[in-house]
């Protein structure tokens, strides 16, 4: 039992899993007291007749959008890792990316308005997801660094904050603070999502 639960603490990351899991609850509430609202309001302005047609095309636009929004998360998240950009959070990467997905996936799955043993499942899968992606980019940024940190290349683009630099054995793609011109020797000081970051050798 201590296995599992130190696998889970160091694999499972419960800074996604408990706010996703009241996000869907909060905005599958909401969602659902509007959806009631928007049929109430519907038959008191026009006749009951049309009641069915109109939950009908309801339920294919709020599913359509909850399937669109629930891709969007895994798709966005992947992005963010890879680049270390988070649209919204500034230097705040990781917590940013972690942020984001939570909130799309939350209201992708509250518009889908499933069954809660299904949302449950659900959330689980988008948990799944997010741990691998972000344990791959993990890994790739401890491969990166013991590999190319503190060492010294020389750029053969313009480096006007992303360009190419060669390392000697492999030419890579890097980033830097600022303008580095062709052929400067730079040396690599950290590692972003699947980037090197570098700045210009003072032995220059």
């Known amino acids: ?26 905005f599958r509430l909401a969602i659902g007291g509007l959806y009631a609202f928007s049929v109430k309001t519907y038959m008191n302005v026009y006749s009951s007749d049309n009641q069915s047609a109109y939950v009908s095309g309801l339920n294919i636009v ?19 890792r ?7 959070y500034g230097k705040c990467q990781s917590a940013g990316s972690n942020a984001n997905a939570v909130f799309e996936a939350a209201i992708g ?32 940024r401890e491969d990166l660094s013991e590999k190319y940190i503190g060492h010294v290349g020389r750029t053969i683009t313009d480096l006007k ?19 580095i011109p062709i052929d400067t020797k730079v040396k690599a000081i950290d590692i972003e999502g699947y980037n090197i970051v570098v700045e210009a050798f003072a032995n220059e």
């Open 109 to 140: 799955m509250s518009l889908l308005r499933l069954s809660p043993a299904v949302t449950a499942a659900l959330a689980m899968l988008f948990i799944i997801i997010f741990t691998v992606v972000s344990n791959i980019t993990a890994r790739n």
């Open 161 to 179: 904050l992303t360009g190419k630099v060669d390392f000697g054995d492999e030419v890579l793609h890097a980033i830097s603070r600022e303008v």
């Open 62 to 80: 709020l599913t359509g959008f909850g399937v669109f929004m629930c891709l969007y998360s895994i798709i966005i998240y992947i992005v963010e």
């Open 1 to 26: 039992m201590k296995k599992v639960v130190t696998y889970v603490k160091d694999h499972i990351p419960l800074r996604q899993v408990i706010p996703l899991i009241l996000l869907t609850i909060m």
């Open 82 to 88: 890879r680049h270390h950009l988070p649209f919204w």
